[in-house]
């Protein structure tokens, strides 16, 4: 290895533009891929175990969403502290980080593994409402899933690490690995052997556990920059702080995701709507729509914080202005872009995923509605994104959870009263606009307090 570890370092040299596209292109691939996935598991699921077991999964949403929570409390804190460390030259620091990540991440799992049987079993029972056979199956789900979490956890901070050193080639690899022994095992124990949920839950479990494998044998045998021993696993927490700082707007996001989407369901029950049952329906494929909208967004905003935050740990600020402008274009052209696509498509997309013209006529009534600011969320979101790539984790925090749990969730309450049931469904337009103004007021006090341009830019020039 070089004596100059800047030297070798891809997010510092070359075309600013395709270094975006060759980051960002394989995480969207993979992301798609993923989502993808989700559609072919839930179609295993219906056909070959019956309608009971995609409900009682889907009761398990939020419990499954607060492990996701939980890990991007550690990785997503750890993604922005190694690139800056990479970024800088300083290797010792980047591997010391990568080993306190994956112990915290430990200590985190067996925390969730005790509060789970402690009252596990008691808390599905009740979100099930003491159906028997709803909650032994989510039971047999969400309880594989927590018991093998420091799999799934310590498996996105080897992402992570591979993501922030540039190799890209590899995280695709293995990220498609684990999707495609997900498939394979998933119909084996499905379909083959009859594991029903378990199954589901177990085929998920061997997939990442084989790409773990696979990828601790990469970082030993490669040419990576955080090469790490046994002997190097030594407790330490000089950046636990700094990891849950940093990771917590990314984890409350994902917690917020699940009290929203609580927050309208039950704001469609008390508000008692004419067609409950194709409302909800049409809401459950608007959410699958936005996911995969989502996705490829996600992978610009991950891409754009591995190659901000080495840039800004490298002090080449020029580059990393570079960057933050791109950013913001693209996003504001995708979402752009795909919130009139879908406007002009509403009527088809129902159909696409059922054959009922009352689900098609609700989702085609409610695609304006919750697409109303789209293009605001891409830039913003990248907004935020810079402020947890350069380790401002306040003003990171303040941007990504004011959406949720400042406006969004009362407003979901709100609304529907001075409005109608179209107030649940504008409760999410409202509160992006907000963030606006939110957005706008913190960038011109970063302006006039510290001279950045824009209140991003750096100072110079």
Known sequence: MSENPQIQNKYLIGSLPKLFFATAAPIIFIMLVNGTFTLVDAYFLGEFVGADALTAVTLMFPAFMIIVALSSLVSGGFSSVVARLLGSGDLPAAKRSFVEAIFLSLIICAALIILFLGGGR??????????????????????????????????????DTLRSE??????????????????????????????????????????????????????????????VKISDFKIST???????????????TYLGI????????????????????????????????MTFLFLPFLGL???FQSILGNNFGAKLHDRADGSVKIAIATAFIYCAGMQVLVNLIKYDIGGMFVGDVAIGLEVARLVPLTTLTFTLFGPLMIISTYFQATGDAKRSAILSLSRTYIFALPLTFILPDFIGENGIWLAGAAAEILVLVMTIFVLYTRYKNHGNRFGLLSTAG
């Not at 000089?238 to 409350?252: D, K, T």
């Open 301 to 303: 905003s991950m891409a």
């Open 238 to 252: 000089q950046y636990w702080r700094e990891f849950i700082a940093l990771g917590v707007p990314a984890s409350l």
């Open 122 to 159: 008691s808390l599905i029972e009740w979100v099930t409402a003491g159906d028997l056979t709803l909650s032994q199956m989510g039971y047999d789900y969400i309880s594989v899933l927590i018991f093998f979490a420091p799999i799934t956890f310590v498996l996105a901070i080897m992402s």
């Open 258 to 289: 699940s009290l929203m989407s609580s927050a309208i369901i039950y704001n469609l029950q008390s508000f008692g709507v004419a067609n409950y049952t194709a409302t909800i329906a049409a809401y459950g494929i608007i959410n699958r729509m």
């Open 166 to 227: 540039g190799k890209m080639g590899a995280m695709l690899f293995f990220s498609l690995s684990a999707v495609g022994l997900n498939f394979v095992f998933n119909y084996l124990l499905i379909v083959v052997f009859e594991y029903g949920v378990a199954g589901s839950a177990y085929g998920t479990i061997l997939a990442q556990a084989c790409s773990l494998a696979a990828a601790f044998f990469h970082r030993k045998y490669a040419n990576v920059a955080v090469k």
